[in-house]
């Protein structure tokens, strides 16, 4: 089997309904490796450009709404973004995971178990796995930088950048 990486988020739903452990428990049993992990709080242009495939829906707005959390506030704005990796790493997470609508997943998976629709149609599915290679490479690339993934997956190259305005310890 080969080996691949995608991108898994646990959503502001998850966060808010204290399921990081639960849901990483789940994850777990699939004996894959995590080679990046960290707390983002999601811009607008983050959150249009990972579902650009969706902005011409009539719940696109709903949509980047929910997975900036701004449907919740504070503290709950915020995903926590995971690089797993291993063997056939994608279908196998995807069916931890279970299908994209709630109501359609497996029970005992992660969304069936902890999902639901809200009355304005959002799923609120508290995890977003990558569907498959091609979107996987597009949204870890999206979501971290190289040097924040603990083993080289993609090209790199180095480049001076200059006037770069970085946020640093005082």
């Known amino acids: 089997m080969p080996i691949e990486q995608l991108l898994i988020l646990i959503k502001?739903?998850?966060?808010k309904k204290s399921l990081t452990g639960n849901i990483?428990?789940?994850?777990?049993?699939?004996?894959?490796?995590?080679?990046?992990?960290?707390?983002?709080?999601?811009?607008?242009?983050?959150a249009k450009t990972?579902?650009?495939q969706l902005k011409d829906k009539p719940f696109f707005g709903e949509?980047?709404?929910?997975?900036?959390?701004?449907?919740?506030?504070?503290?709950?704005?915020?995903?926590?973004?995971?690089?797993?990796?291993?063997?056939d790493a994608i279908v196998r997470m995807?069916?931890?995971?279970?299908?994209?609508n709630p109501e359609e997943a497996d029970?005992?998976?992660?969304?069936?178990?902890?999902g639901r629709i809200t009355t304005k149609g959002v799923y609120e599915n508290v995890v977003h796995c990558s569907s498959d290679l091609s979107e996987a490479e597009r949204e870890i690339k999206?979501?971290?930088?190289?040097?924040?993934?603990?083993?080289?997956?993609y090209s790199t190259k180095k480049v001076v950048v200059e006037k770069e305005k970085r946020e640093v310890w005082t």
């Open 12 to 15: 502001p739903d998850g966060i």
């Open 63 to 87: 949509l980047i709404d929910y997975i900036q959390g701004k449907i919740y506030g504070e503290p709950w704005d915020r995903v926590l973004a995971f690089v797993y990796q291993g063997e």
């Open 24 to 46: 990483l428990t789940k994850l777990s049993e699939a004996r894959m490796l995590i080679i990046g992990a960290k707390a983002v709080k999601v811009s607008e242009e983050l």
């Open 94 to 100: 995807r069916k931890i995971a279970g299908a994209t």
């Open 107 to 114: 029970p005992v998976s992660i969304r069936g178990a902890y």
């Open 50 to 52: 990972h579902y650009h």
């Open 142 to 153: 999206l979501w971290f930088k190289p040097e924040e993934i603990v083993k080289s997956i």
